[in-house]
């Protein structure tokens, strides 16, 4: 994995994305970078052509390589092809891109081709993963976006296929990928779980932390917004009651991940419990970690069922469990893995949310949601937009916390007034030129493709699309491509939940930029305005907008 997942998720150069065709760009690109290293005597590493090697050294062989090679072969399939089904879906019905005015369909019906062909022969597995991660990174560009919510399974995809290069040894067998595959994953809960105990002073979070302020804040940011905001403070009081005992019902799942390897039934108990906490984490945020779920519930498959005998074989070596253990442990130090070591907050009852307003020709105002931005969407939605102005903020994404003297200070909270004191005082500065300058840049361009064709292309796609990782509702937005945009402003939103009631703190104007429309002169043309504090501010939003 050391070597590998390099190899396979290198950034491809932003330039590639803009061509028509992603995976012929990448080939040209390889050809020309070996052609340079020939004349300059110097190594190189294609991103893309490199899965020639492998692949042909074992077309080489006389015996051809099938899924039959592996033991258990029928139940290793299924796995794998479950896990090949969710890139597939998502690699190929994901929106039309805007910003590029690209929709690659080649490249996605390159994917769906390699995922074909994988059920045929192993060898295009790494084909199909390498294709699947550059896919996805699309989503990524030009704003960044951390791929948290994928990166484990490809992680998987990329085991497997350092699993089928290898398979020429003798040694290696089809317990030994499932071994890895379970590892990779666990270190991934494993290390949340020892964020959240570590978290806060005396293990403050497990204590301390209201669970049950997410929930408000999840549908703030759209989560069953159409939910009537009193239900929704209804609800939240009665999880109030669960904070606790939640939190530690979340960490006995994560930190306990390590069971997995006593005994052949706790490997089995702890796949569903890793299921089911994502089940759980959906049902309060609407955070859908789906492709996750699929892991689990597979390899959970695996181990009771169709490679059962293979996996509880395993347990009679007693250095399995000792080595399960360490090298869970050790991923992030020795770099095979990388799991997110930081997976820890605090629930904070004050949220800071953005919200996008648009002005069409007609010169009408329109609340804008951010999922209209697909595929581009993820980053917005979450809300971290406080990069683009120098005004102070207290909170990150979904009311998130990082400082327990701050945490605790926003329950003293009684008004706005108190809020605007405190954020002068304690606010951080997140201030970003270069990533305001991306996304001003970003909305231009995209919503100039949007007027230019008259709203979203090929808008069927999100009717067929893979579910999303965020999942809303944003009841209170009314664009809907009604007209062309040729003004667009971010507005920060505050609000406070007290127990009795969700309140609006008011908005405060952070950015605007103009939209090029063709045919329409802008009187007032403007471009990547960021304000300074104080900025105008108004008592509108979306949380009034349902009362």
């Not at 808008?459 to 809303?472: F, I, S, Y």
């Amino acid at each position: 994995m050391i070597i590998l997942r390099p190899l396979f998720s290198y950034w491809v150069p932003r330039a590639t994305y803009w061509q028509p065709f992603i995976t012929w760009q990448m080939v040209l690109d390889d050809w020309a970078a070996v052609r340079r290293a020939t004349r300059e005597l110097r190594p190189a590493a294609p991103t893309f052509l490199f899965l020639l090697v492998p692949t042909g050294l074992h077309l080489l062989r006389s015996e051809r390589l099938t899924w039959e090679h592996f033991e258990g072969y029928r139940a290793l399939r299924w796995v794998i092809m479950a896990l090949i089904a969710c890139f597939v879906w998502a690699g190929t019905t994901f929106d039309y891109n805007m910003y590029l005015d690209q929709g690659h369909f080649l490249d996605r019906a390159l994917l769906l081709i390699f995922g074909v062909l994988s059920w045929r022969s192993p060898l295009f597995v790494p084909f199909f993963t390498k294709m699947a991660i550059v896919m996805m990174r699309e989503w990524s560009f030009p704003m960044f976006h951390d791929d948290f919510d994928w990166r484990a399974i490809t992680g998987v995809l990329v085991l497997f296929s350092g699993f089928v290069w290898l398979s020429f040894l003798r040694g290696m067998r089809t317990v030994h990928f499932i071994f890895g595959a379970i590892c990779l994953i666990g270190s991934y809960y494993y290390y949340a779980g020892k964020a959240k105990v570590m978290f806060g002073p005396d293990q403050a979070w497990l204590w301390e932390n209201e669970l049950s302020n997410l929930f408000v804040n999840s549908w703030i940011h759209g989560w069953v917004g159409f939910i009537p905001k009193d239900t929704v403070v209804w609800l939240a009081n009665a999880l109030h009651w669960f904070d606790v005992p939640f939190q530690l019902l979340t960490v006995i799942i994560e930190l306990g991940f390590l069971l997995v390897f006593v005994h052949p039934i706790l490997t089995r108990v702890w796949l569903f419990l890793a299921a089911a906490l994502h089940c759980g984490i959906f049902a309060m945020t609407g955070i859908l970690f789906w492709k996750w779920i699929v892991a689990d519930a597979m390899l959970l498959w695996f181990v009771s069922k169709g490679g059962r005998k293979i996996w509880d074989e395993a347990f009679r070596h007693r250095a399995v469990q000792v080595f399960g253990v360490l090298v869970i442990m050790l991923s992030p130090n020795w770099g095979y893995f990388r799991p997110q070591i930081g997976v820890a907050w605090w629930d904070t009852p004050y949220n800071e949310s953005y919200n996008i307003y648009v002005t069409g020709v007609s010169g009408k105002q329109y609340l804008m949601a951010a999922k209209q931005f697909a595929p581009l969407d993820t980053r917005l939605i979450q809300e971290d937009m406080h990069y683009l102005s120098t005004e102070p903020h207290l909170t990150g994404v979904y009311g998130t916390g990082y400082s327990y003297p701050l945490y605790k200070e926003l329950y003293e909270l009684d008004s706005a007034d108190d809020a605007t004191k405190l954020r002068q005082k304690r606010g951080r500065n997140g201030y970003n030129k270069a990533e305001a300058a991306v996304f001003g840049d970003f909305v231009r361009q995209f919503l100039h493709n949007t007027n230019k064709a008259g709203g979203k292309k090929h808008q069927w796609l999100g009717w067929v699309g893979k579910p999303e990782h965020l999942m809303t509702w944003p009841v209170w937005t009314d664009y809907d491509y009604q007209e062309p945009v040729v003004h667009l402003e971010v507005w920060r939103e505050a609000t406070y939940f007290d127990r009795k009631d969700i309140l609006s703190w008011g908005e405060t104007k952070l950015f605007e930029t103009s939209i090029d429309h063709p045919g329409y002169e802008n009187p007032n043309p403007k471009t990547n305005v960021s304000f300074r504090a104080p900025a105008p501010t108004r008592p509108t939003g979306r949380v009034l907008l349902r009362d």
